[in-house]
């Protein structure tokens, strides 16, 4: 069981980043590989729509994408990670995301199955904000949900705690820690 977390918050030690790591230490506990990717600290150009991929099935920009890519197609679960920045995912995890267009384009124009079919896979997603207002991570859970679609990922559902903005703010509620730790836990148990 490989538990694969991506991390797209700026800040390290921010709150996302001890959610996801609590999550992923619930992972680890049962037994599962586990890896986190800081996508701050790669190179990832934006999706050029230069439309290779569509002919390819795979993107032809040599970057640190190329590394996610085979880690993607790797990991039986992943965690996506990211703080809302004007009402979406960051820019780092919208970057990824949008690079993940070759995997489309594997998946609906060239009509390549997906490596594994016979095995589910699941994908959880972490997040927080600072404001306190309805539907706060409505377009970053649509945006996730259909990046899971397109990656044959099962949605396992969500962890969002808003009404958290200082760095490190999450750690004041010890609940909030365990309930990533716990999800991290039912995300690598759950077959
Ligand atoms: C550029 C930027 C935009 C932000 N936009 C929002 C927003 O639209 N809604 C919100 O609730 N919080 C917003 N925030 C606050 C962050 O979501 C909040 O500080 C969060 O705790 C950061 O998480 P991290 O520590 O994991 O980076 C924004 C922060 C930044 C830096």
Do not use: D
């Given at each position: 069981m490989k538990v694969l977390g991506i991390a797209g918050s700026p800040r390290r030690g921010g709150n996302t980043d001890l959610l996801l790591a609590e999550a992923m230490k619930g992972a680890a506990s049962c037994g599962a590989e586990v890896k986190t990717i800081i996508l701050n600290d790669l190179k990832i150009t934006p999706c050029q729509h230069c439309d290779a991929c569509l002919?390819?099935?795979r993107c032809r920009i040599d970057d640190d994408m190329q590394m996610i890519y085979r880690e993607l197609e790797e990991a039986d679960r992943v965690v996506i990670a990211s703080p809302?920045?004007?009402?979406?995912?960051?820019?780092?995890?919208?970057?990824?995301i949008d690079r993940c267009q070759a995997l489309w384009a594997r998946k609906y124009v060239l009509k390549i199955p997906p490596l594994r079919t016979n095995q589910e896979r699941k994908g959880l997603f972490i997040s927080v904000g600072a404001l306190r207002i309805a539907n706060l991570f409505e377009p970053a859970l649509t945006i996730v949900k259909s990046l899971f679609k397109v990656l044959d990922i099962t949605y396992a559902g969500e962890l969002v705690f808003p009404g958290m903005d200082k760095k490190g703010a999450i750690a004041k509620y010890p609940e909030a820690l365990k309930q990533a730790f716990l999800a991290g836990q039912k995300l690598a148990a759950d077959h």
């Open positions: 002919k390819a099935g809302i920045q004007f009402m979406s995912p960051t820019a780092q995890m919208k970057l990824m």
